[in-house]
């Protein structure tokens, strides 16, 4: 997907829940074929963040432009809300996100789940979504379980399909909250074998992960979150093994 436009700007995102202030201002740039990975203790506003990116959360101040698209907002008497919910959709179908729980319709299957966004979001053909999301399956290990049930498959599998199906809008940029948080250890490596071949391809990438070897190896920054404020980032050489914060050097502390 070449382009000379920025996948995604966020520019001092702001989010209250009540009284309590969990995003102080966030800015990040993701450039075509960046993978951005955001780490932090918990409840630092990491998945937060990523929400108010494709707006399943409004941000309650800040800019969000997407593909050089700004996205505009209004002030009603409940908060502040996008202007145009036509133009989130259209938005949010460039931005996949694929979330910790798996989120697959347990009533249809594998593929109908990968099918459904293309066929009725994009208008896909349906012939056309069909093979194109038996080429995403084959790609994630899973074109032998196109016809099982979500609950017929591991939390591991799940995930792999919850990838095949953000894959299939051949979205701007990915977005990943914690995909692997919710999984038995042994099922994490299939679900990261997926992700760093996304990498690997070039695909622009944010992820929330405690996987921190893996973000060393797969980002292009590393973002450091703390109590909704960006403590540190760079180039995960950088952050990762030569820190200046001395909370995210005791963040990153081997627990005994």
């Given at each position: 997907m070449a382009t000379t436009a920025t996948p995604l700007q966020a520019r001092n995102i702001k989010k209250r829940f009540g009284t309590h202030e969990v995003l102080k201002g966030l800015s990040l740039e993701a450039h075509q074929g960046d993978v951005i990975t955001l780490i932090g203790a918990s409840g630092s506003g990491k998945s937060t963040f990523l929400r108010c990116m494709n707006l399943l959360e409004q941000p309650d101040?800040?800019?969000?432009?997407?593909?050089?698209?700004?996205?505009h907002f209004r002030d009603t008497k409940h908060g502040r809300e996008p202007m145009d919910w036509k133009q989130v959709e259209r938005i949010r179908a460039k931005l996949s996100m694929v979330f910790q729980n798996f989120?697959?319709?347990a009533h249809m299957t594998l593929l109908e789940n990968v099918i459904e966004?293309?066929?009725?979001?994009l208008g896909k053909p349906k012939k056309q979504a069909i093979d194109e999301a038996r080429s995403l399956l084959d790609r994630v290990g899973l074109l032998d379980r196109a016809d099982y049930y979500p609950t017929q498959m591991s939390g591991g599998q799940q995930q792999r399909g919850a990838i095949a199906r953000a894959l299939a809008m051949d979205p701007e940029v990915m977005l990943f909250d914690e995909p692997t948080s919710?999984?038995?250890p042994e099922l994490v490596g299939d679900v990261?074998?997926?992700m760093r071949g996304l990498a690997d391809e070039g695909r622009t990438?944010?992820?929330v992960t405690h996987e921190i070897a893996f973000a060393?190896?797969?980002s292009s920054q590393v973002i450091y979150l703390h109590q909704g404020v960006i403590e540190e980032s760079g180039a995960p050489a950088q952050v990762l093994?030569?820190?200046r914060s001395e909370r995210l050097r005791q963040f990153l502390a081997p627990k005994h």
């Open positions: 101040e800040g800019e969000l432009i997407v593909h050089d698209e700004p996205i989120n697959l319709w966004a293309p066929v009725h979001v919710a999984l038995d990261l074998k997926v990438m944010i992820l060393r190896d797969v093994d030569d820190p």
